[in-house]
Each structure stands twice: as C-alpha cells, then as structure tokens.
C-alpha cells in the first residue's frame, strides 16, 4: 500500500471551512465537495490566512516525521521496540553484575553456599500466560550436594480455549495428565507461599529472597508460572529474580578454581556442557509419576538433577570435594571405577618415533635444547640406516632374449583335410562323433 501524501495547509484551511459552514447549516457530503467551494476562496485568502494554515501543516509534518512515530507492519512502533531491546539488555548486564557480586561476597563460603535451582513443565502457552503442569524447585551446595526438593503435579484446571489440541500434545510428549477440569484446581496461592518458605530456610527473617536460577531456555516460563501466582495472590512478583543457570556455573567454577587450566575460558562453555545433559539416562531420578509412565527423562525433578550433577561434577574435582553418591552424583554411580580409570588416563607412555621421547625424558631441558637433542637424534638415525645399507645389484636373467628363436613345429596335430563348409581350412568333425541312427 502506497504512502499517503502529506497534508498541506489547504487540507486544514478546508477542515475549518466546513466547521464554519456547517454552523451556517450547510453541509457538504465529502471532501472534494468541500474543496470544491473553499478553492476560490483559499486563491483569494490574504498572506496572514495562508500563513496560519502553511504553519499548522509545517508542524503537523515534523510531528510524525521523527523515527519514534514510525510504525512496523504490525502498527508497533520502532521506539517501542528500540526501548524494550534496551530494556532487556540493561536487564541482562544488571544480572550478570549480580551474580558476580553474590560470587564475589561468598569466595570464602562457596562450597557451602546455598544455590536455588527449578523448572517447570508447560503444556503450551496461551496468548500470553503458559499452561503449567508441574514444577520444581532444587537446594544444592558444593560441598553437601543435593539437600533438598519441593515437587508439585499442578493441575490448572480447565483448557483455554482454542487450545485443546496444544494441550493434548504438550501432555503427551511431557508424560503428564491432561488436565482434570472436574477435579479440583491447584491453589496457586499455597505453592507459592511454599515457594517463599522454601526460599527463606536459611534465613526466614530476611525480606531479600535468594536468586532462582534455570536454563535460558526456561527463564520465560518459569518467570510467567511466578507471576500468574503473584498476580492470584496479589504479592510483589518483584521480590524474585530469575537469572541464567550458566551465567552461575562460569563464575562458580571460576571462582573456586585453584590452577589456570580449570574452570571455563568462555561462559557458552558452561552453556554447551549443561546442553550436552550427560546424565540425561539416568534411572531413579525422576517423580514417582514419570517414573511409572516410562517418562523420566522429561520430570522437571529429574532435568533439575541432572543440571546440579552436571555443576557438581565439574566443581567437585576443582574444590577438592568428595563426591557422594546420590548428592553430588547419581546413586548407582561407581565412583572407585571412575577413579581408577581417570588415574590410568593421566598415565600416558611418552614417545619414542626417532629418539623423541629420550627427549622429552628431562624435565630440566629448555624448550631449544629439547627440540636441538630431537633433532640431533633423528639426524643420527637417519645416519646410521643409511650407513647400514648395502645396495646390491640386480641379479641379470640367465636367457638371452637378444637372440633370435626360430618358432617350434607343429607336430603335435595331424595335418587337416580341408572340407566343403563354412570354413574350409577346419577338419570335419562329425565324422569322429558316433551317432547312432536309430536313436
């Protein structure tokens, strides 16, 4: 669809010329009607008329020709969106900066600090508000492993509408029930006061609640299922902050880390090993109703685990802490065998291709004098295989094929008797084959 042009002062000239002329009871159907009748006398108008108009429609031209009255396809307009981008990022750098001050307050207590963990299972998201179907929420520290967990099967009640099918299939690729609209509904109200008193165990008098921390993935999810609780109860949905579980895990590690080759050079390292989910099999871990229906792998108990072992395992070895099975681990963990075969993997026999591991045998050498003697050794061997071989002379044929053969008779057949036929020079056969005649 084409720009609409601009309005000019004849525009409002004629919008006040029909307000005039509809006072005097007159009335025009349209605007070129109205044209039509104030054109001579807009031709005839004194400067001090034209001007008036020329200067409204001057203004009213700047007034929508900045970029913050321009409008996407949608009818949004670019400063809306231009705010909103700068709004979320200024969000992600105000938690970055936090989490590395709660890193940075607890260097001496992170092992024991407490670290908040959930999730949270939807069905589909309606309009604007997701359809919960289960939760969690995890308590873990470095040094005790997984504490503690609050579990929730919700039921929220009945099916938008239009939605029905999104719901159908989010229950079954999630292993839950569709949602019973008879039965009664979860109280939002109570899991989210258990929420709260879950959150205030180490400190109940505290008006600050400890950060909640997911998957980026999750982070809209489990900030919407938050704010449809506080919105039914009529609490402050700021009181919690929702931050990024990999942002953590980097500072963590990074923090507690006591070489320069541990921890991660790149936070999307933190992120990458989290999506890796190497313990996203393991039986056991998952609520009694996922576990029943063979669906463990999608429990938002189970995935919380497997988020904090995935941490622990990588924090454990650079803290110095023991793992425990079923804290720190899966329960049905091996952990002697994992030992045993990680020492083994630090054993490694040097090598020794041209004198190359005698080299590296000193650990007094300088990185010149290591590659001068590796040099020098592969240079001697070289030498001595050379030395070694003898060059012998092709052994020359005993025949003599320079000289001349004459060809060999042929007396090994009989001469031919030429015959009538197709080819003359071929001795008949049918006379040696014995044919009887009566057959």
Known sequence: MPKKPPRNAFYFYMVDFKEEQRKKGINYGNMAEVAEAAGPLWRDAPPPVRTKYETRAKKERQKYSGSEHKLTSNGIPFAVIDQQARELQEAIENEKRDIINIVNMRTN????????????????????????????????????????????????????????????????????NMPDETAKRSNYMQILANIIDYLKQQDPKSDVLPPIFTMPDKVAEVQNFILQMCRRAGEDDSLFRIYQLDTLFFNLINAIRTRPDEGFPKESLALALLKKDGFKYTPGIGCEHHEENDKSVECSLSRVKRWVYTILDSC?????????????????????SIHVFQEQKKIRNAPSIAGYGQAMSSCNTTLSDHFDTSYSALSTTIDSQKEKRVHKPLRMPKTNYADRFAAPELTEFSGATPLAGRCPTMPGSFTKLKLDDDE
């Open 316 to 336: 454990c070895p650079v803290a110095g802490v023991d793992a425990q099975p079923g804290k720190h681990v899966p329960a049905d963990f091996d952990l002697e």
């Open 109 to 176: 207590t992170l092992n024991t600090m407490d670290v908040y963990v959930m999730d949270v299972n939807c069905y589909c998201k309606a309009s604007v508000d997701y359809v919960v179907g289960e939760s969690t929420l995890l308590r873990f520290n470095v040094q005790e492993g997984i504490k503690d967990s609050y579990h929730e099967i919700i039921n929220p009640g009945s099916i938008p509408v239009g939605y029905a099918s999104d719901v159908k299939y989010g229950s079954q690729d999630l292993g839950l």
